[in-house]
């Protein structure tokens, strides 16, 4: 059974930082890309960074250098550090997992709430 479980949501106030954390379990990690996407109250999900089995990194405009993705391949887990939070950041944070050459993420998690306030 495929797992994705997302920690390290909270309250910050704005300009703060968080770390969210994605341990996976059920699937070879290091052969799968990895996501976190957010969906807002009202919003669509929307992607915000991913990283590939080789490590390339890719962000969405609105996060590119106060997000930072890295994933630990020994424990199986995917990171975002976040940093200079903002309010308009507030949203419910997801993991994802995509099989390589896939265009579209295979499992998700359960989410985790990041509330920023201003």
């Known amino acids: 059974q495929v797992q994705l479980v997302e920690s390290g949501g909270g309250l910050v106030q704005a300009g703060g930082s968080l770390r969210l954390s994605c341990a996976a379990s059920?699937?070879?990690?290091?052969?799968?890309?990895m996501g976190w996407y957010r969906q807002a109250p009202g919003k669509q999900r929307e992607l915000v960074a991913a990283?590939?089995?080789?490590?390339?990194?890719n962000y969405t405009d609105f996060v590119k250098g106060r997000f930072t993705i890295s994933r630990d391949n020994a424990k199986n887990t995917v990171l975002l550090q976040m940093n200079s939070l903002k309010p308009e950041d507030t949203a419910v944070y997801y993991c994802?997992?995509?099989?390589?050459?896939?265009?579209?993420?295979?499992?998700w998690g359960q989410g985790t709430q990041v509330t920023v306030s201003s």
């Open positions: 994802a997992a995509r099989r390589p050459f896939k265009s579209s993420y295979d499992y």
């Open positions: 059920g699937i070879i990690f290091s052969t799968f890309a």
């Open positions: 990283i590939t089995i080789g490590y390339t990194t």
